[in-house]
């Protein structure tokens, strides 16, 4: 997958990502997010390895996320029927709050409604409110809420919010500008 609006590329992973996904999987700052408050301590072994299986997977893709050609987060998306859950973080500080998120969101929303998938399937942290916040913009809505369903690192358990968005809800709560 290769999308581009102005300075914004979304692209498929490759070899040559290893290092960031490293330094990002390992930075409890990048990681917090998902309560990984420490990071995930892997290695540039294991991530080359997980990124080969993916790439022999049809269902599962890896993303970066490129501003002005510098890879500044990662996305995930799985096809499950005519479903397409997704996941997704902006893991460096300085494009953080920026409203790049959403603008991503918008672009990769845009495209997998136009391959015809019916649905996009989101899940977060009840407590990640800067997620929830710009997934309900987009028209996403709470499908269900497991309460102390997810084990954090530190054996906390937290609650998952589970979000699902049809192109009709997408559509009719942003407006498509090809050019940002």
């Avoid at 080969?52 to 998306?77: A, W």
Wanted: charged content about 30%; some cysteine.
């Amino acid at each position: 997958m290769y999308l581009q609006q102005e300075d914004i590329i979304i692209r498929t992973v490759t070899d040559d990502d290893v290092f960031y996904l490293v330094k990002w999987w390992n930075d409890g700052c990048v990681m917090e997010h998902a309560g990984f408050y420490d990071g995930i301590d892997t290695t540039c072994q294991r991530v080359y390895c997980q990124i080969q299986d993916e790439m022999d997977e049809k269902e599962k893709l890896r993303l970066i996320i490129e501003i002005n050609k510098n890879p500044v987060g990662e996305m995930v998306y799985k096809v499950q029927n005519n479903d397409v859950e997704i996941g997704i973080k902006i893991c460096e500080r300085n494009y953080q709050n920026h409203g790049y998120g959403q603008k991503i969101l918008i672009m990769f929303f845009d495209e997998l409604f136009s391959r015809g998938y019916k649905n996009i399937l989101i899940s977060t942290l009840k407590r990640n409110k800067r997620a929830r916040y710009v997934y309900k913009k987009l028209g996403a809505k709470i499908q269900k809420i497991e309460y102390k369903s997810y084990k954090d690192s530190y054996g906390e358990m937290l609650d998952c919010i589970f979000y699902i968005l049809n192109s009709e809800e997408f559509y009719r709560n942003i407006k498509i500008e090809k050019n940002f």
